[in-house]
């Protein structure tokens, strides 16, 4: 293992800790890619061009999330290879898992080039910023392949114990999306199209990146290109552990859209303040994904070392630290929220809109830890079927039907934007009795017996 990464010794906090930081500071440099898209097409083309960027993210998110849930869903499957020590079926995971990234690539490419104003009309985007959108879609969506292959890289190392790499190569990858943003936008006033352009062009270089690190390494994830093609098992397994957390981020992303659908009836103003206010907001989520991925890695090479006491006692320590850290964050982000709005618009409707946005959902943050790290808790064990449920019953379907139910009866912001806290708080107290009865572990335990 990388220095400084053991987690199958040592302290369990320090260990959580020294994981979870790089992948902070890794989620921190990655939503750079859409914050300076929309710092500076919001400050050089204005609002409108800024919710053309907005309508396009969370349908962004829904056709990479399946993809990506896949590779998350592979990576339990290497942690607890890795932490089993049997490094043959590591291997065959390893590029089984390449194999599917090239193919999931081209796809994506074809799909979201071909499909964007269709999905964009769906999504009721207003005619005045729908052919910007389209444009920034498709523009992204030419760098599937890259985007793919990067966060199936990045979700090997990090699977291994590797935290450190994947944050160097994503700081370098962001510099380069500062410079071609401010190139193509504020100096040659290419168009919304062209922050789009941007990110594919940086997302290209930190897949190369952690590509070659992957492939120059000595240790026993090494990558070989003529190694890859598809094993059975290993794509069975794969898709069996990634298959629910595609589609938990999928439904995730489908309730996102329908909220920002309905986001978009209350017009330019609201639209542009919802997406300055989610800016603000991904500082919050880039913090407790990282905890999420970090005890997901932690518990998969654990239990793959049988080491079930340390394992739980593990999840305990994320809690708290998640916890300590949410509600520490969440007062930080109270008190800074106005300056950071005022990054993204001057105009003052949108920041008093985004301003009561924030004093809504930022003080409820501490209602959905249990959801990030208990799920990400029996991913790593193994099971991952009851909680996609779980999330999908709690906080999907639900949210899907306050808006279309509750929403439609009170046309309100304020009443849509409770659709968040509402289906954490349900969510986490699914979760939490779903733990202490302990009956997963017990599964997974049996089944990792008679697998061996």
């Known amino acids: 293992m990388e220095k400084g990464t053991k987690l199958l010794e040592g302290s369990i906090w320090k260990g959580v800790v020294a994981f979870a930081i790089p ?20 400050n050089f083309l204005g609002s409108e061009a800024l919710a053309a960027v907005s309508s396009s993210g969370n349908l962004i998110f829904l056709m990479v999330g399946l993809v990506n849930g896949v590779s998350m869903g592979a990576g339990v499957v290497i942690a607890r290879y890795f932490g089993a020590k049997d490094y043959d ?17 081209a796809l994506l490419t074809v799909v ?12 009721d985007t207003p005619e ?17 392949l890259a985007f ?40 040659f006033h290419m168009g919304v199209w062209s922050a789009a352009a941007a990110t594919a062009i940086s997302q290209l270089v930190s897949m190369a990146l952690c590509l070659l690190r992957l492939m120059r390494s000595e240790r026993a994830y090494r990558v070989s290109l003529r190694k890859i093609r598809f094993d059975r098992r290993a794509l069975l397994e794969i898709l069996q552990n990634g298959l629910p957390a595609g589609l938990q981020s999928v439904m995730y992303s489908l309730s996102n859209i329908i909220i920002q659908a309905s986001v978009n009836g209350f017009g330019t103003d609201v639209m542009a303040a ?27 090479q654990n239990f793959g070392a049988r080491l079930y006491d340390r394992m739980k006692k593990s999840i305990n320590v994320c809690l708290g630290i998640a916890a300590a850290v949410t509600l520490l964050l969440s007062g930080v982000l109270m008190v800074v929220a106005e300056p ?11 920041l008093e809109i985004g301003l009561s946005i924030v004093r809504l959902i930022v003080p409820t943050y501490i209602t959905y830890i249990f959801i990030e790290i208990l799920s990400g808790a029996m991913r790593g064990a193994g099971d991952s079927l009851i909680p996609t449920i779980m999330t999908l019953t709690g906080v999907c379907l639900l949210r899907v039907f306050w808006v279309t139910v509750v929403v439609s009866a009170h046309h309100e912001l304020n009443v849509l934007l409770l659709s968040y806290p509402i289906t954490w708080i349900v969510t986490s107290g699914m979760f939490v009795v779903y733990y202490l009865r302990g009956r997963w572990l017990k599964r997974c335990i049996a089944l990792q017996n008679a697998e061996n």
């Open 89 to 105: 079926r590591m291997q065959k995971t390893i590029h089984t898992l390449l194999a599917f990234g090239l193919v999931a690539g």
């Open 274 to 300: 919802y997406t300055a206010y989610g800016k603000v907001d991904g500082m919050y989520w880039m913090v407790i994904n990282a905890f999420g991925v970090a005890i997901t890695t932690f518990v998969g």
């Open 148 to 187: 793919v292959l990067y966060n199936i890289c990045m979700g090997i190392l990090q699977a291994v114990g590797d935290s450190r790499h994947p944050l160097q190569y994503l700081i370098i990858s962001s510099l380069v999306n500062v410079v071609l943003d401010l190139l193509f936008v504020g100096v």
């Open 128 to 144: 005045t910023v729908l052919p910007n959108s389209i444009s920034y879609f498709r523009t992204y969506f030419t760098g599937s």
């Open 340 to 350: 950071l709005l005022g990054l993204f618009s001057d105009d003052a409707q949108v």
């Open 23 to 42: 992948l902070f500071l890794g989620n921190l440099f990655q939503q750079l890619y859409n914050t300076v898209d929309s710092l500076i097409v919001g």
């Open 112 to 123: 979201g080039v071909a499909l964007s104003p269709v999905m964009l009309r769906l999504m």
